[in-house]
């Protein structure tokens, strides 16, 4: 692709809600003084972008191209750009784009712009145009949104970092979890598995809390010391008031006040999951206790590179499995049934 004019790049969409995703080409602008153009290698494949495919959050933009786990190489710079050059190792993740003037984003919470953070796809840019995601073979982005993948992080497993990781590193970090701390992460899928390995590098005991036992083996295996069934009522019995800290990545709507109950007097649940239905809630979860019902979404970009350098320093990328762009509908399935450990990536060379 040429750096000085708007043109198409390869790309899977979803032609409208529902349907299955299908080979076609999408508009890449011109990169501007502080683009980069990004080659992209790898795309996770996030519950999000099945929840926005399927418009269960009923603001779906179509033709969609979902990806906001994209890792890939700089092929051109803007003139003006600083912090990136050609062959650099990058990634992109939710966001593409904010205000930069606004409280939030001035203070490196660019994900709550008052303005509205542009998404990575799903949105339409600061010029109107739609945006579209990872799924495709090239993406141009401001260098501002971008980050650096460490060298000691292969570009497949990390990709999964760009969303997975930092939705859980952001509250993992925020509400303290490190020694001393128990910490139970709900649901093992691509959310989950990145909580577990986290929470564990920063020094937590882990307790997995999963649908079944099924997964216990590979639980413990990513740092767990503890794996319990939510399908057995003695779990929430036997673990009530136990943690400091409950991150909940489940994306079905489940009893958060159960969860509550297992939260210690003054601890908190932080709700990652955005189900595509509302959740009831029992107040006496959050009265008894003096506990915290708390949310997270994401996590700026400068809190982005903090995660993947803390991955890098640790050790820790994305347990994946890797498909052709052609598969995508399978794993979309697969997801949904959940089918995966721990994360499916696009290879962008098969677009
Ligand atoms: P995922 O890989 O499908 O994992 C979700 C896990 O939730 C499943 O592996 C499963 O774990 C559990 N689960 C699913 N259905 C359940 C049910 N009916 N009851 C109890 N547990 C259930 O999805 P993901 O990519 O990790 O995303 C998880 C959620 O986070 C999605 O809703 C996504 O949209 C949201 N998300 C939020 C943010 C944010 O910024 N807050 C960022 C990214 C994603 P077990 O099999 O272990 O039970
Ligand atoms: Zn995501
Ligand atoms: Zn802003």
């Not at 909940?248 to 958060?256: C, E, G, H, M, N």
């Not at 052709?324 to 990536?345: E, I, K, M, S, T």
Request: aromatic letters at 6%; a negative charge; proline letters at 5%.
């Amino acid at each position: 692709m040429s750096q000085a004019t708007a043109t198409r790049a390869a790309a899977y969409a979803a032609p409208a809600p529902k349907a299955p995703l299908e080979r076609t080409t999408v508009p890449r602008r011109a990169v501007g003084p502080r683009d980069v153009l990004v080659e992209i290698r790898y795309a996770g494949i996030c519950h999000s972008d099945i929840h926005q495919v399927h418009d269960g959050w009923h603001e779906g933009i179509y033709p969609m191209v979902p990806g906001h786990e994209i890792t890939g190489v700089v092929t051109a710079a803007g003139a003006e750009v600083t912090r990136f050059a050609v062959g650099d190792r990058v990634g992109v993740g939710v966001i593409v784009d904010s205000c930069r003037t606004c409280e939030h984003c001035l203070a490196g919470q660019e994900q709550h712009c008052a303005d509205g953070p542009t998404g990575t796809y799903n949105a339409l840019d600061r010029a109107g145009e739609p945006t579209y995601g990872g799924y495709s073979t090239h993406i141009v982005v401001d260098e501002g949104y971008a980050v650096r993948i460490p060298d000691a992080l292969s570009l497949d497993a990390a990709a999964p970092l760009l969303c997975a990781g930092i939705t859980l590193y952001s509250p993992l970090r925020r509400w303290q979890a490190g020694p001393g701390k128990k910490v139970a992460i709900v649901g093992l899928g691509g959310l989950g598995h990145m909580g577990v390995k986290i929470a564990k590098a920063l020094g937590a005991e882990v307790t997995v809390l999963s649908q079944s036992l099924r997964k216990k083996d590979d639980g413990l295996a990513l740092g767990a010391t503890h794996y319990r069934a939510t399908s057995d009522p003695a779990t929430f019995t036997e673990l009530a008031g136990r943690f400091d800290l409950v991150v909940s990545t489940v994306s079905a709507p489940i009893d958060l006040g159960a969860y509550l109950r297992l939260v210690r007097v003054g601890g908190t649940l932080v709700n990652v999951g955005a189900p595509e239905e509302p959740v009831r809630l029992d107040l006496f979860s959050v009265i008894n206790g003096n506990r915290s019902l708390a949310g997270s979404m994401i996590g700026g970009i400068a809190e982005t590179q903090e995660m993947l350098d803390f991955c890098a320093a640790h050790g820790l990328g994305a347990e994946i499995e890797l498909i052709r762009a052609d598969q995508v509908n399978d794993a979309y399935d697969r997801v949904l049934a959940g089918d995966v450990r721990y994360r499916f990536v696009i290879d962008a060379a098969t677009i």
